[in-house]
């Protein structure tokens, strides 16, 4: 799939993304935010015109490897983003930085290529795994649940979900329990669940698998007695929409909501309403942002990006203003930002709507970026 975009392309970039499955969502927001900072240049990047290639993973690393091999030898692509899940990031980012091709993550950020994996061309806009739970458990801390149990899916990202949430939380976890990835039938974790009668329950489930998850909790009885704690992708503007009521009382954390009060995320939120007739979620705002991060190196080194030293440079140095607001990379070259309290409320029409909350984290990072040498 090609964006509607200028003939004469002077970079092209490959956007492999998660476009099917219950989560095909997520990678459909991305891809948005991505084209919505394309088409707001009309059709350039930092003032270069790019042609944007746009193909889905399915959910699969088999598929995504192919997508990947074809889109560098085939077409010739060095610079790519779009990927959504870590097992599938996992199985192309190697494959695209052996090729000295040039990666910026909307979204996936496995802890592997964090720490001693880094990777001079290899970049996130989004968080690193970690980090996006290590809020939740902040959180979690600071209201005061002594007994929790943990939910993830059984693949990096869900590991790295629970690990990065200890990292914040000081109480006793009395189980982690991993699901399998993109299920949607979580009756016997609602019967272990109920058993272990913690005082509060966290759990990552992105996409449709999240949904399912929200609505049996309720359906099991569960949600006004266990108190919920979830990450950004457990509570965002799709999420609310399907499970409606039954996310009052969840509380969640995120680095972006669409009432972030900053001019940049104004006009993003405006112009993604406008032109999709939807709520972004923040993996439309990632992929906003994503974007508007890679403008900024193609308009310093003039779109030239066989030479990877200076786009990286320009990638680091650049003075971006972007939705959420506070941002720089880290050593890593993964997000340093703030992390905020999110809840479902209703507002005087009485319809639900995801407010921010206070501040969880201020200027945080990940624990990986020490072990980096780049």
């Not at 598929?63 to 199985?91: D, H, M, P």
């Not at 913690?198 to 489930?205: E, I, R, S, T």
């Not at 112009?271 to 979620?281: G, M, V």
């Amino acid at each position: 799939m090609l964006a509607a975009l200028p003939a004469a392309a002077d970079v092209k970039i490959g956007f492999i993304t998660t476009l099917s499955t219950p989560a095909g969502y997520l990678g459909q927001d991305a891809r948005d935010g991505f084209l919505l900072a394309v088409d707001e240049e009309k059709g350039r990047l930092g003032g270069i015109a790019v042609q944007v290639v746009v193909e889905d993973d399915k959910l699969q690393p088999a598929a995504g490897k192919q997508i990947a091999e074809k889109l560098l030898q085939g077409e010739k692509v060095r610079l790519f983003s779009g990927l959504i899940f870590s097992n599938v990031a996992t199985a192309v980012v190697p494959d695209l930085l052996a090729a000295n091709a040039i990666f910026v993550s909307p979204n996936a950020a496995p802890s592997s290529f964090a720490g001693k994996g880094c990777h001079k061309n290899y970049y996130v806009a989004s968080w690193q795994n970690d980090a996006l739970h290590a809020a939740s458990g902040a959180l979690a801390q600071a209201k005061g649940y002594k007994r929790m149990v943990l939910l993830a899916p059984n693949y990096q990202a869900g590991k790295d979900a629970i690990h990065g949430f200890k990292t914040k939380y000081q109480g006793a976890v009395l189980e982690e329990i991993y699901t399998n990835l993109n299920a949607t039938d979580f009756a016997a974790e609602m019967a272990r669940i109920r058993f272990l009668k913690p005082d509060a329950v966290y759990q990552f489930h992105p996409g449709g698998s999240g949904i399912a998850f929200i609505k049996q909790y309720a359906q099991a009885g569960l949600k006004n007695t266990i108190p919920m704690v979830v990450p950004m992708p457990g509570l965002e503007a799709r999420i609310l929409a399907a499970v409606g009521e039954d996310a009052t009382g969840l509380v969640a954390t995120s680095h972006w909501n669409s009432d972030f009060d900053n001019p940049v995320n104004k006009g993003f939120v405006d112009a993604f309403r406008s032109k999709y007739n939807r709520e972004p979620t923040p993996y439309a705002a990632q992929g906003y942002d994503t974007a508007k991060l890679i403008a900024a190196a193609l308009k310093a080194t003039g779109g030239k990006i066989d030479d990877t030293e200076k786009f990286r440079s320009a990638m680091l140095k650049a003075d971006t203003k972007l939705s959420r607001g506070n941002f720089k990379f880290g050593q890593n070259q993964h997000p340093i930002h703030d992390w905020y309290q999110i809840s479902a409320v209703k507002g005087s029409d009485g319809k639900l709507f995801l407010k921010t909350g206070p501040k969880i984290l201020s200027d945080e990072g990940d624990p990986y970026a020490q072990e980096c040498k780049l």
